[in-house]
Structures are given as structure tokens and as C-alpha cells.
């Protein structure tokens, strides 16, 4: 099953995307709001609002899959590849930030920068754990039970920002930077091991499989639970592989006008065009 978040004139609204129409989930403003509900999948599964073909939906009209999270906990140097690209050993336990849920946008919205905040602009495509149900301090069998699903999301990391200091956060989550969508695939739709890839101005920068992820989902699920509660609609940003602008040589960033695209087969794609504000 796959689910999304439209925006409508008034307001948005939870959809079930079927094969030619979204129909929507009546009672739910939003995919984070309908995961609230312990019977959510049911709902979703059974709902019979009414229905948008979807050639008809404007590309501007998908809102990030879940808007406003609780909490979105982010993994870094969690792909074989791209630590080894790092010049890193790989790590006994995750590397974890944060990001703030104002850094979302749509899977197809603009990445709008202020100009001092452009010079150093890098991708991170991503695969999206989103959280089901409550998850503290659950063992990993426990934790695959929690998981909701899956969708796509960019990293989009201000570089210069990031290493201005030992923390990342402020290169990682700078407002309306983050694409995120267009669908969230519930876990018996998907499997781990499609490829993961991004493009720029149409040509391939990233590409690995999601299985290479050191730690999966579900350890990522148990392990961040025993920190903090894991609550319905939260997310993960489970790490990017090797292929990042910064890793280049010579180093290569997103201009004014580039075009990103990241794609996670089984799952779908977002395209983001950067614009700098002067």
C-alpha cells in the first residue's frame, strides 16, 4: 500500500495511492496524523473518500509524505561505500543528528537558499524509515514491527555550515531544504536491495543498493529507541551512500538552478530544482 499527503486549497489530506487514482482517507489531514491511529492501516486499506486521477495532480500538490514529524533522527556514515569514500573505519554503533521538521518540503518543491548559505550545497540521497507505532526500547524483531514503511529523502547538507564546528546540525538542517516523498511503500511492499540514486542536471552521482545499509532499519528502529520513545509519524533518515558532491575531486556542489533528482526503485522518485536567494 502506498500513502501520501496532498495539499488542497483549504487545508491537506491523507491519500491511499492506488495504481491510476489517489483516494483519500477521510478524517486525516496528513500520513502523520493517520499513523496516530493504532488501526491506521485498516483505515487506510478500506478508505472510500473521494478519489483524483493522478495525472491530474499538480507536481506542486504532494506534500512531504509526513509534514510535521515529532522527531526526525538522521544517520550518518551508515553505507559501506560511503565510508570507505570517507576514509573512515566502519562504526561500531550509529552515528545519529537531527534535523528539524521545518527543514521539510515537498518531494517536488523548490530548495529555496538564501545566498549566504549557497556556496557549498551537497546531496545525500536517502531511504525514509517512518515509524507505525510506539517503539521504546524495543529488540529488533520488536522494532521491524513498528516501521510503518519507507519513502525518499534528501539530505540536502549547507557544507560549509556543517564543519564550521565538530556538531553537524546547522549544515543539516537549514529551513525548506529537505525533499521528502512522494509516497511512503508500507513494509510489505517493499524490500531492501532496490537501487538508491541521485542526479544532477540528469547525470548519476550516486547509485548503490539499499542493502548495503551497515545498520538496517530495524536495528536503527531498536537502537534509537532505547535513547528516546519512537512515536507514530516519526522519521528516519537512514544514511547516503558514497557519491556526495564534498567526497569529489575536484569537490562539486549545487548551483543556483540545479536540478536534483533521487530515486529509490520500488519505492519512487523526487525532483527539486535549487533557486538562491539574493
Avoid at 16 to 36: M, S, W
Avoid at 120 to 138: Q, Y
Avoid at 237 to 251: F, L, M
Wanted: charged share 20%.
Amino acid at each position: 500500500m502506498r500513502l501520501a499527503t496532498l495539499r488542497t486549497p483549504a487545508a491537506t489530506v491523507a491519500v491511499r495511492v492506488d495504481e491510476t487514482v489517489a483516494v483519500e482517507i477521510d478524517g486525516f489531514a496528513d500520513v502523520g496524523t493517520l499513523l496516530g491511529d493504532p488501526d491506521w492501516e485498516t483505515l487506510a486499506r478500506s478508505a472510500d473518500g473521494a478519489s483524483r486521477d493522478l495525472d491530474g495532480i499538480e507536481e506542486s500538490h504532494w506534500a512531504a509524505v509526513v509534514p510535521s514529524p515529532s522527531k526526525i533522527v538522521c544517520v550518518g556514515l551508515n553505507y559501506r561505500n560511503h565510508i570507505l569514500e570517507m576514509g573512515r573505519e566502519l562504526p561500531q554503533y550509529p552515528t545519529l543528528f537531527a534535523k528539524y521538521p521545518e527543514a521539510l518540503i515537498g518531494p517536488y518543491d523548490p530548495i529555496v537558499l538564501p545566498e549566504y548559505a549557497a556556496s557549498a550545497v551537497d546531496w545525500e540521497a536517502e531511504l525514509a524509515i517512518v515509524i507505525g507505532s510506539r517503539a521504546r526500547r524495543v529488540n529488533e524483531a520488536d522494532a521491524a514491527k513498528a516501521i510503518a514503511g519507507y519513502s525518499v529523502i534528501n539530505d540536502v547538507t549547507l557544507r560549509d555550515f556543517q564543519y564550521r564546528t565538530p556538531e553537524w546540525l546547522q549544515g543539516k538542517t537549514f529551513e525548506g531544504s529537505t525533499p521528502f516523498g512522494p509516497v511512503l511503500v508500507t513494509t510489505d511492499e517493499y524490500a531492501l536491495g532496490t537501487e538508491l540514486s541521485t542526479t544532477v542536471d540528469g547525470e548519476k552521482m550516486q547509485s548503490t543498493t539499499t542493502d548495503d545499509l551497515v545498520f538496517g532499519p530495524a536495528a536503527l528502529v531498536s537502537y534509537i529507541s532505547h535513547i528516546v520513545t519512537l512515536n507514530p509519524g516519526d522519521v528516519i533518515a537512514s544514511g547516503t551512500p558514497g557519491g556526495v558532491g564534498h567526497a569529489r575531486d575536484p569537490k562539486r556542489y549545487l548551483g543556483d538552478g540545479a536540478v536534483l533528482t533521487t530515486v529509490i526503485e520500488g519505492i519512487g522518485s523526487i525532483t527539486s530544482v535549487v533557486t538562491v536567494e539574493v
